[in-house]
């Protein structure tokens, strides 16, 4: 039978015990004695509860220095992970991940590689067991004393949240995690050290990239119209993204376009079939590591892979769906905008010629009456004249 690539071993401590020596054991965990004790080694160290556990860690003969999220930390941040340790009230989670000799020599050879692995895949890990990774304060160290390189990893939550439920006294629950959470995560870990995880991420990258171009390009009247009316039928655009609550009713619609686009687009088809060839091979590996391991494989990296290109390609479908709204609605105010001058035009037009046509008649008025003064005006002077002449009396 093959041997795991990745072995997971946790132990836990409740801040009180009804047992001393249980009490006894918490305190030297939680560093509340001069000589502490926080790690469980599983192999290669002999009389180790004489050796202070962070100075044990940080021993150059067996580890290369003890670190957080952060890196490696130094003796004031070592002080202060003390203090935290003495004063939390949460549940202490000791672990180590102890790594198959030849996997370990090649994969985890190293501070970088260790720290790069643990920061990786760890917060999906606390995800998995229901803790909120931004509560957890953790450490770990990477330990070549041995043919198997293993890392020992201690954590415990900033603000304790495992209180058990119906209790008159505050009393917080025991640490057991969940199996199947374990399970994933020696499977990721073994995956994410021998750069699969890379690979994966290149991908997916890929098919982003992939996806926004070809919907930015793309001047296919049926897809256009796809995303017209996607973008009309919702009320609000703003803030809003393929998970949230506001597109469950809109999803079938992203997920209809999605496929659409994919069978369309040669560039997001290679993509996609490359991204669904990693999750087969994924699941291959993880159903090997089960089999290995005597457990149960709990589901398959492929269904999660089409939920997750999906996801992704839909938050792209629908700010592709917004920004083509928007050019539309430009588009339609600007035809309003031109109608509507059009209007103001015609009517102006209109007022103009009225306009003119009341001067001309004015104009018209003005010219017969000034002609009719001018035609009296020359009767008047024929009548003087013959008058003068003698020609007729003057009238009296």
């Not at 935290?84 to 991940?97: G, M, N, P, Q």
């Not at 890990?125 to 004393?145: S, T, Y």
Request: with cysteine.
């Amino acid at each position: 039978m093959e041997t795991p690539k990745v072995n997971f071993f946790v132990k836990f401590y409740a801040p009180q015990y009804k047992s001393q020596a249980m009490q006894e054991k918490r305190k030297y965990y939680s560093s509340q004695k001069a000589k502490d004790y926080m790690n469980y080694i599983i192999t290669g160290i002999n009389d180790i509860k004489k050796i202070d556990y962070v100075n044990y860690m940080e021993n150059r003969e067996k580890s290369r220095g003890i670190f957080n999220q952060n890196g490696l930390i130094n003796n004031e941040q070592k002080a202060e992970l003390r203090n935290k340790l003495r004063k939390t009230k949460s549940v202490i989670w000791d672990a180590v991940i102890s790594f198959e000799e030849v996997f370990g020599k090649t994969w985890v050879n190293s501070y970088e590689q260790a720290y790069n692995l643990v920061k990786n895949e760890l917060p999906k890990f606390f995800k998995r067991c229901g803790l909120n990774p931004d509560n957890v304060e953790w450490f770990a160290g990477l330990h070549e004393n041995t043919d198997n390189r293993h890392i020992h990893l201690c954590f415990f939550e900033k603000k304790p949240t495992r209180i058990r439920p119906n209790k008159k006294v505050k009393q917080y629950s025991n640490g057991k995690l969940s199996k199947v959470a374990m399970q994933e995560f020696r499977a990721n870990l073994e995956l994410s050290a021998t750069d699969f995880k890379a690979r994966e991420i290149k991908i997916r990258e890929n098919i982003k990239q992939t996806t926004s171009e070809e919907l930015n390009t793309k001047s296919g009247l049926v897809l256009n119209n796809k995303l017209l009316h996607l973008a009309n039928g919702i009320s609000n655009l703003d803030n809003i993204f393929y998970s949230s609550m506001e597109m469950a009713p809109y999803r079938a619609e992203i997920d209809s376009i999605t496929s659409y686009l994919i069978s369309k687009s040669k560039t997001v088809q290679t993509a996609y079939d490359e991204f669904i060839s990693q999750a087969r091979y994924k699941d291959e590996k993880f159903a090997h590591y089960c089999k290995c391991n005597h457990c149960e494989q709990p589901y398959t990296f492929e269904r999660k892979y089409m939920q997750d290109i999906y996801r992704r390609i839909g938050n792209e479908v629908i700010k592709c769906a917004k920004k083509l709204k928007y050019i539309d609605d430009k588009r339609l105010m600007f035809n309003a905008k031109i109608k509507s001058q059009k209007y103001a035009q015609k009517k102006s037009l209109v007022a103009q010629i009225v306009e003119c046509m009341e001067m001309s008649a004015q104009i018209d008025y003005e010219a017969i009456k000034a002609f009719e003064d001018y035609l009296r005006k020359l009767d008047e002077a024929r009548y003087q004249i013959l008058v003068e002449e003698g020609y007729i009396e003057a009238e009296m």
